[in-house]
C-alpha cells in the first residue's frame, strides 16, 4: 500500500499553485519562480533590458491581480503569462518599433543573450541584426507577436494561440505570413512550408 504524501510534499502545476494562492497569497511565488527568467527573455528581446523589468514586474502584478479568472482547467500558466506580456508590449508598441528601426539603420547592441553569443554575434553578424531588425519592423504587429513568440518565447502553436486568445488556424496563417514576409525582406527565397 502506498501512501499518498501532504499536499506540500507534491509539486503543484501552475492551476494548483494559483488555486491555492486565492488563500494563501504567498503560494503565487511559485508560479512567479517558474516564469520569471522566460517571460523576462521574451520581452527583453522585444524591448530592451530597460523596459523588461518594469513589463515582466507589470506582468507578473496583473497575474497576481486577476488569478482568481485563471481558468484552472490550464494546468500551465505560461501561455496566459507569455499572453498577458505581450498585451503589456502592445502598449508599448512604439517603443519597440523605434528600438528596431534604430537597430536596423546604427546596428545598436542587440537584444540580450549570453556573453559568448554575443561575441560571436558582434563579430559575424551585426549586418544581420540589422536587417533582421529592418524585417520585423515591417511585419504588421499581430504577425511580429506570433511570429517572436514562436521564435524569442519558444512557444508551441497551441499555447500562442491560447496566449492570444486566437484560433490556432489564425496562429498558423500569421506565423506563415510573417515568415514569408521576413524571407522577401532579407533576400533568402522561399522555403518549404514550415508550419504545417
Same mark, same amino acid.
Given at each position: 500500500?502506498?501512501?499518498?504524501?501532504?499536499?506540500?510534499?507534491?509539486? #503543484?502545476?501552475?492551476?494548483?499553485?494559483?488555486?491555492?494562492?486565492?488563500? $494563501?497569497?504567498?503560494?503565487?511565488?511559485?508560479?512567479? $519562480?517558474?516564469?520569471?527568467?522566460?517571460?523576462?527573455?521574451?520581452?527583453?528581446?522585444?524591448? *530592451?533590458?530597460?523596459? #523588461? &523589468?518594469?513589463?515582466?514586474?507589470?506582468?507578473?502584478?496583473?497575474?497576481?491581480?486577476?488569478?482568481?479568472?485563471? &481558468?484552472?482547467?490550464?494546468?500551465?500558466?505560461?501561455?496566459?503569462?507569455?499572453?498577458? @506580456?505581450?498585451?503589456?508590449?502592445?502598449?508599448?508598441?512604439? &517603443? %519597440?518599433?523605434?528600438?528596431?528601426?534604430?537597430?536596423?539603420?546604427?546596428? @545598436?547592441?542587440?537584444?540580450?543573450?549570453? /556573453?559568448?553569443? @554575443?561575441?560571436?554575434?558582434?563579430?559575424?553578424?551585426?549586418?544581420?541584426?540589422?536587417?533582421?531588425?529592418?524585417?520585423?519592423?515591417?511585419? @504588421?504587429?499581430? &504577425?511580429? $507577436?506570433?511570429?517572436?513568440?514562436? #521564435?524569442? *518565447?519558444? /512557444?508551441?502553436?497551441? %499555447?500562442?494561440?491560447?496566449?492570444?486568445?486566437?484560433?490556432?488556424?489564425?496562429?498558423?496563417?500569421?506565423?506563415?505570413?510573417?515568415?514569408?514576409?521576413?524571407?522577401?525582406?532579407?533576400?533568402?527565397?522561399?522555403?518549404?512550408?514550415? $508550419?504545417?
Amino acid at each position: 500500500m502506498t501512501r499518498t504524501p501532504p499536499e506540500e510534499m507534491v509539486e #503543484a502545476d501552475d492551476a494548483e499553485l494559483i488555486r491555492r494562492s486565492l488563500d $494563501d497569497p504567498e503560494q503565487f511565488a511559485g508560479v512567479f $519562480d517558474r516564469y520569471v527568467e522566460q517571460i523576462h527573455r521574451y520581452v527583453a528581446r522585444r524591448l *530592451g533590458v530597460q523596459v #523588461a &523589468d518594469d513589463i515582466v514586474a507589470e506582468t507578473f502584478l496583473t497575474a497576481f491581480r486577476s488569478r482568481a479568472s485563471y &481558468d484552472h482547467a490550464q494546468p500551465l500558466a505560461r501561455p496566459w503569462l507569455y499572453g498577458i @506580456a505581450t498585451n503589456l508590449i502592445a502598449r508599448q508598441r512604439r &517603443d %519597440e518599433e523605434r528600438f528596431l528601426r534604430a537597430l536596423a539603420r546604427s546596428g @545598436a547592441e542587440p537584444p540580450p543573450e549570453s /556573453m559568448a553569443d @554575443a561575441v560571436i554575434g558582434r563579430v559575424a553578424a551585426q549586418a544581420e541584426d540589422r536587417r533582421l531588425a529592418g524585417a520585423l519592423t515591417g511585419l @504588421a504587429s499581430a &504577425d511580429r $507577436d506570433v511570429l517572436l513568440l514562436v #521564435a524569442l *518565447g519558444e /512557444m508551441a502553436y497551441d %499555447e500562442v494561440a491560447q496566449a492570444l486568445d486566437i484560433p490556432i488556424g489564425t496562429v498558423r496563417s500569421r506565423l506563415h505570413r510573417a515568415r514569408k514576409q521576413a524571407r522577401a525582406a532579407l533576400g533568402t527565397g522561399s522555403h518549404p512550408r514550415e $508550419d504545417a
